[in-house]
């Protein structure tokens, strides 16, 4: 039995740091919860399962509703291989909300269909990010519905943040648990079929080791419903606290002592490095090339690594690529007037 394409898909999706959901190939009847039901009160422990192909109303699942919520805050993380994003927002609407990662440190806005991204200190107008809220993780559940072999059950009753819904649990088949093993759990609430939260990962499987998945966890929590006033636009905050150049020194920064042959040396001047462990090297680098990051990851195909996870935010871009030695986190920092700030963190896998 092969795994599909929209099967693998959606399994690598619990990589995606900027939370965006992609599903490919033809879809196929899903075994999904009976279309309409939602499991009834004084009913926790039982589960229901039948086959359904509607992605809109399979077992009372409506993306529309999914994503209904506004006015809420939240949480969520996407993690592999001991690297952990993680992001908490502020929505109180569509065109109306804030989000916050502290590694790196950046907020994001959109206020009123204005987008904002501050990044030490500065404020960098643009366009709006997408909002890596309700919705993305409403996606990624209703894409479960289209994959031919997926299990869908409800469980019993939740509270999240104090409201009040049912469980539903996703199952990849038992028959292609040694291809793809995939688990996703969330929470809807009773009284509106809002997504008040979601967990997924990817425990094992060949065909997951393959595409470097094996792992891969992502959550999503509403932490308060009610409470979340309109967004002000961000403000740049005092000359003070603005970046300043590091101190003279008489020693020229290089790339760090052990520094392994096999992975390409990172494009740039090198600011600052350091031998953290025998199997750990930092290194960071001043570009004025925008595409530094993009170029260097090409570089590192070149040699045979595999890009596992990648996102980008209006001043920050991540990617983390391995082989199977090495797995290297390269993040780039585009500030308006003060070029690239380019890091390359190199971790053996051995």
């Known amino acids: ?62 993306l529309a509703r999914l994503g209904s919520l506004t006015n809420y805050s939240f949480v969520s993380t996407a993690g ?37 991204g501050v990044a030490l200190g500065q404020v960098i107008p643009g366009p709006p990010q997408k909002l890596a809220g309700e919705t993305t993780y409403a996606k990624a559940l209703i894409d479960y519905t289209h994959v031919a072999g997926i299990r869908i059950t409800t469980g019993g009753v939740c509270d999240v943040a104090g409201v009040q819904g049912t ?31 979601y967990s997924s990962g990817v425990p094992g499987g060949s065909a997951a080791n393959a595409a470097h998945i094996t792992g891969a966890t992502t959550s999503f929590k509403v932490t308060a419903v009610g409470g979340i006033g309109p967004i002000t636009a961000p403000q740049a905050a005092p000359a003070a606290t603005s970046p300043t150049a590091p101190p003279a020194s008489s020693v020229t920064p290089t790339i760090p002592a052990g520094f392994p042959a096999q992975v390409p040396t990172p494009p740039g001047k090198v600011i600052s490095s350091a031998t953290v462990s025998a199997s750990k090297w930092y290194v960071q680098l001043s570009e004025t090339d925008s595409s530094a990051l993009a170029s260097y990851v090409k570089s590192l195909q070149s040699e045979g690594f595999t890009v596992q996870s990648s996102t980008n935010t209006s001043t920050v871009d991540i990617s983390t690529l391995s082989n199977n030695q090495y797995q290297v986190l390269v993040e780039q920092l585009s500030l308006p007037g003060q070029g690239v700030t380019l890091t390359v963190t190199v971790s053996s896998t051995g």
């Open 1 to 62: 039995m092969t795994v599909s394409l929209r099967r693998l898909a959606v399994g690598a999706s619990a990589l995606a740091a900027g939370m965006v959901f992609v599903s490919c190939g033809s879809s196929g009847s899903s075994k999904t919860v009976a279309a309409g039901q939602t499991n009834p009160a004084g009913t926790s422990s039982s589960t229901t399962s039948t086959d359904s192909t509607s992605a809109t109303s399979g077992g009372g699942l409506s």
């Open 80 to 116: 592999n291989d001991g690297h952990t994003f993680t992001i908490t927002g502020k929505v109180h609407g569509p065109n109306d909300w804030e989000i916050h990662s502290t590694s790196p440190d950046v907020t994001n806005y959109d206020v009123n269909g204005s987008g904002y």
């Open 167 to 197: 469980t539903y649990l996703v199952r990849s088949p038992a028959a292609d648990s040694s291809l793809l093993v995939e688990t996703a759990t969330a929470c809807v609430a009773k009284s509106t079929g809002a997504l008040l939260s």
